[in-house]
């Protein structure tokens, strides 16, 4: 039987509890330094606390330590390993091969990062110790087939939803080399959702102050039965920066989609146990989003960016019929609520927003009337007040099924319990086996199925006793409840003292040798690292660009190609309109420039730091 697995992200301990609670199958989090968001870092203890729950219904917690690091921060990080894997850790998210060398307690998860592309990289990735490969987002679905059928004995995990980079995972210079901040440190500046103007080699400006690097986001639940046959494992969705309300609703609507396709899909389950009470609909719509794109999943398409705005948009709710001085008449079907944010796109295509201040049915009046609102503009909401409400005050409740036995026994009774996960308690109780006066069996099974204010929920229910015995209400609750308590005692324990054993890494391989020179986007940063690459053949290996930038260097290399976009590709239009005076260059509002190059062979954009 395959598992599959749900995996949300978690900023902090009540974002995971609340994934956990919505559905998923593990979560991942940032430990309290060299996490790939430095925003987002929780301490041991934290950490501590989600495993703990998450462990109750079987899922899992991975930790991110994915950013690069220094010669002089090994030490802390190993001690900082060992701590996460005393703590029931399920695993490590890391992109720094000094890991594999320090042969930690823990199985490693190769971050996307690595830019884990080719099956060749992924099976030297399994050679040397890595338990699963976190693919590039950028991987059309024959190549993860493929990827799977090269390297079967790795875990394959691949992002369905969230924000899109436009560069390569790891691939990306942009930040450090315009502000200092490494993305590969944790410290992204977002160069990609920023305004640039777009000029041929005469300098000439044929695009303005657009958002010419910013993608939509990703969301890929139409296609969770494709990915799981190319051979995924775990379905990830991004966000480790977002709130607790984006995390619920997000998690919840995979949750509902990934049961739908395990329904009809034999030989597949879940990873986790447990049942969601989900008490609102989610919907992605109704969460931060730029637009939805599958991106690369099933070939190259234009629509994949949003020039613009990096803002959410939304979801479509109809378009303005009329502008008065004090209101908005809006057709289309969608109801609206006092305090409801929208937003539009002005003729400059700006995306501009207001707050609704009263409803009328659909005559909506604005805290503060917009400029640049016209009849017949497509409206969006990115702000539902009714969908949040609802979403906030009905808490989300997650239950595992439980078999429940009263025994008769030679000097008592005994009370077990034995949940879906396959976890049992039992205890023994010393007490008079006094015969009723009247059935007392109902009212017994009654009071065992309390469980009101724990995670089990009663599913069966039995009383193998030889006769009708009187025990009062008061004393059998007491039973249910130092029941209840081992229970949930045994599912931390096993998690935690046998996680060494359920969780054996892979053994290094002696396999393929790596070339023999590791240049800089392989960021290499400390010794470790560069001993691991010199032992698989590498005769050069260049430093990282945080340590060594080259003089003119490759900030990114992208899949996403702005020529493509603007409907100019030799490839698909080789005969279309006037062609582009190239080379092309991007250049920022503060007069930074930055010259595009197009490897059509490999159909990539390049993005260099321009002389």
């Excluded at 430990?31 to 987002?40: G, I, L, N, P, V």
């Excluded at 609520?337 to 009328?360: A, I, T, Y």
């Excluded at 702000?383 to 026994?409: G, M, N, Q, Y």
């Amino acid at each position: 039987m395959h598992t599959v697995e749900l995996l949300a992200p978690a900023r902090n301990v009540d974002c995971g509890m609340q994934a956990i609670l919505c559905g998923a199958d593990a979560v991942y989090i940032g430990a309290q330094d060299y996490s790939a968001r430095a925003e987002a870092a929780n301490s041991t203890e934290d950490i501590s606390k989600l495993t703990g729950f998450a462990h109750i219904y079987g899922a899992k917690v991975y930790v991110a330590l994915n950013t690069i690091l220094y010669d002089n921060e090994l030490d802390a990080a190993r001690k900082l390993v060992e701590k996460l894997a005393s703590v029931g850790v399920d695993a490590l998210i890391t992109q720094d091969t000094a890991l594999v060398e320090m042969n930690l307690p823990l199985p490693l998860h190769a971050s996307t990062q690595m830019d884990n592309r080719l099956p060749e990289q992924v099976r030297f990735l399994h050679e040397n110790g890595f338990r699963r490969a976190i693919l590039a987002r950028e991987l059309g679905i024959e190549d993860i087939a493929r990827i799977h059928r090269s390297c079967p004995g790795m875990e394959l995990e691949v992002f369905v939803h969230g924000a899109l980079c436009v560069s390569y995972s790891g691939r990306c210079y942009a930040s450090q080399y315009c502000f200092g901040r490494s993305a590969n440190r944790g410290r992204c500046a977002q160069f990609c959702r920023m305004s640039f103007d777009l000029e041929d080699a005469s300098h000439e400006t044929l695009i303005e102050d657009r958002h010419l690097l910013s993608l939509k986001d990703m969301n890929r639940s139409d296609f969770i039965g494709e990915l799981i046959d190319a051979g995924v494992c775990s379905l990830k969705i991004e966000g480790r920066l977002k709130d607790v309300d984006y995390v619920r609703n997000i998690t919840a609507y995979y949750r509902q989609t990934i049961d739908k396709v395990l329904a009809h899909k034999k030989g597949y389950v879940r990873s986790s146990y447990g049942t969601s009470h989900i008490p609102f609909t989610p919907s992605p719509l109704k969460s931060f989003n730029r637009g939805y794109t599958d991106y690369f999943l099933h070939g190259r398409s234009r629509n994949i960016f949003s020039f613009n705005s990096p803002k959410s948009f939304g979801e479509p709710v109809g378009e303005v019929k009329v502008v008065y001085d004090k209101a908005v008449k809006v057709s289309g079907v969608a109801s609206f609520s006092n305090g409801d944010g929208l937003c539009f796109v002005d003729e400059k295509g700006k995306l501009q927003g207001f707050r609704v201040n009263r409803v009328d049915n659909n005559l909506l009046f604005p805290s503060a009337m917009p400029r640049g609102l016209c009849p017949h503009m497509p409206l969006y909401r990115n702000h539902d007040e009714a969908f949040l409400r609802e979403l906030r005050h009905k808490p989300v409740t997650r239950t595992l099924s439980v078999d429940i036995l009263l025994k008769e026994e030679p000097q008592g009774f005994s009370l077990s319990m034995t949940d879906e996960t396959g976890m049992h308690a039992e205890c023994h109780f010393d007490h008079p086996r006094q015969m009723a006066r009247t059935s007392q069996q109902d009212l017994q099974r009654e009071y065992l199925a309390r469980l009101g204010g724990t995670v089990f929920t009663a599913r069966q229910i039995d009383i193998a006793c030889s006769g009708d015995y009187f025990i009062p209400l008061s004393t059998l609750s007491q039973w249910r409840r130092q029941v209840v308590g081992e229970l949930l005692r045994s599912h931390t324990s096993v998690n935690t003292s046998c996680q060494e054993a359920c969780q054996e890494k892979p053994s290094r391989e002696a396999g393929q040798e790596i070339g023999p020179v590791i240049d800089y986007t392989y960021n290499v940063s400390n010794a470790m690292a560069r001993r691991f690459y010199q032992s698989h053949g590498a005769q050069q290996v260049d430093s990282a660009f945080e340590l060594a930038p080259p003089e003119t260097p490759l900030l990114m290399t992208c899949k996403y190609c702005l020529r493509h976009a603007l409907g100019h590709c030799p490839k698909e239009h080789p005969h279309d309109g006037q062609p582009l005076r190239e080379p092309l260059f991007l250049k920022l509002r503060n007069g930074s420039r930055f010259q595009l190059k197009f490897d059509c062979k490999n159909c990539q954009m390049l993005v260099y730091a321009a002389s």
